[in-house]
């Protein structure tokens, strides 16, 4: 099992930038692939983005795709989410998460969460 530590949230206004970083520790990260995923209150856990272990498969869902850039170091062991242009409806606790073996969108499929950071987009 790998143990997940996400960083990088806080508030910021409207069209603002937040990076998000996520290490992890207690596994091979190059193992894992990736996913950072979102909940707002009252809202179900949505996937933002995903990376396969090479970095070589990227997904992005259709909201924060040209804003959002996921990307990984396995020398790090750490996952990035670069988020420029935030918008009030990007606010959420955001959450990383690992998979042995092939991506996936689906958060059922994560068996390795982080505690979630909070991303706050004032208006």
């Known amino acids: 099992q790998v143990q997940l530590v996400e960083s990088g949230g806080g508030l910021v206004q409207a069209g603002g930038s937040l990076r998000l970083s996520c290490a992890a520790s207690g596994g091979t990260f190059s193992s894992y692939a990736m996913g950072w995923f979102r909940q707002a209150p009252g809202r179900e856990r949505e996937v933002v983005a995903t990376i396969s272990r090479s970095s070589g498969i990227k997904y992005y869902a259709d909201s924060v795709k040209c804003r959002f850039t996921n990307s990984r170091d396995n020398a790090k062991n750490t996952v990035y989410l670069q988020m420029n242009s935030l918008k009030p409806e990007d606010t959420a606790v955001y959450y990383c998460?690992?998979?042995?073996?092939?991506?996936?969108?689906?958060?059922?499929?994560?068996?390795?969460w982080g505690q979630g950071t909070q991303v706050t987009v004032s208006s």
């Open positions: 998460a690992a998979k042995i073996a092939s991506v996936s969108k689906n958060h059922g499929e994560y068996n390795n």
